[in-house]
């Protein structure tokens, strides 16, 4: 007959061996030095088979362990190199936004550098007309055209801190960003801007839903300010649709807007009376032929 096997004999066999070597199974970590010696101590009392596989059991445990060791410390070198390679990662985003903007920041004050210079060249009579600005400037073509060129930052402290006119800062603002909000002509002639784009651009300036009266005061500030340069009129795609009202600009003027030409010119310097009053530009605008 087979031989009936004890699923317990195991356990009681290593416990007896585990309490003739007074060592105890269950501890979580053995300490193999101790087990070593113990091993050592015990020539003489079993057989030299037993002897060489508990030689053989301890080394194995030794070395086990010293894996484990490595593998650890292999865990947490592999940890610190993922950390300091995100870390590594934002601190290189963080610099190319700052080099972004240090870049934006130097072209400016080397244009602001190289126009100053020429404008004292050209300045020699302290007049702010066509004639007088530095060389390879041109002259503005509208307010609009005028206050879009200048340091906004300047243009706000004007219309929004000085005189009150929180509209007409809007409308350059919202001139500026005709590529986000204009519609382009499917020739590339020009661009125009109905009511609802214009509602959609006064929302992204204002961080809110303009009121219904601000976007009629802005409108009719920019056809004010645009001068020959905005042009309103209606539009119609077919015989179906209604007739839609637009503000319109070739693409000449509306690429003009963005083109910072009088930033570091000081043309603002001593002219809010005009802006407030809404009076010519500090440039005289060239009249058409």
Not at 102 to 116: G, L, P, W, Y
């Amino acid at each position: 007959m087979p031989r009936q096997t004890n699923p317990n004999d195991g356990t009681a066999t290593d416990q007896a061996l585990a309490d003739h070597l007074d060592m105890d199974i269950g501890q979580a970590e053995m300490d193999t030095d101790a087990l070593q010696a113990l091993v050592s101590g015990l020539d003489g009392d079993v057989s030299p088979l037993v002897s060489s596989v508990l030689e053989t059991l301890v080394a194995a445990i030794d070395d086990l362990h010293e894996r484990v060791t490595e593998l650890e410390a292999d865990l947490e070198r592999t940890h610190e190199v993922a950390t300091t390679a995100v870390g590594d990662a934002a601190t290189n985003n963080q610099r190319l936004d700052d080099l972004e903007a240090q870049q934006e920041t130097t072209r400016d004050v080397a244009k602001s550098a190289i126009a100053k210079a020429q404008q004292l060249e050209a300045d020699t009579d302290h007049q702010e007309d066509a004639e007088q600005l530095p060389e390879g400037i041109e002259p503005s073509s509208s307010p609009l055209d005028f206050f879009a060129n200048c340091r906004q930052s300047k243009v706000k402290t004007m219309f929004v801190e000085r005189s009150n006119r929180q509209n007409t800062y809007r409308a350059i603002s919202i001139a500026k960003r005709w590529p986000e909000f204009a519609t382009t002509r499917t020739d590339g002639s020009g661009v125009f801007m109905t009511k609802a784009d214009l509602q959609t651009a006064l929302t992204a300036e204002l961080g809110k839903e303009p009121h219904r009266q601000t976007i009629k005061r802005v409108w009719e500030t920019l056809v004010d300010i645009g001068g020959d340069d905005v042009v309103e009129k209606t539009r119609q795609v077919g015989r179906d649709q209604t007739q839609t009202e637009i503000l319109a600009m070739d693409m000449k003027t509306a690429e003009g807007l963005l083109e910072k030409r009088y930033i570091g010119l000081d043309l603002l310097e001593n002219s809010d009376h005009k802006a407030a009053t809404g009076g010519v530009t500090p440039v005289v605008v060239e009249s058409s032929p």
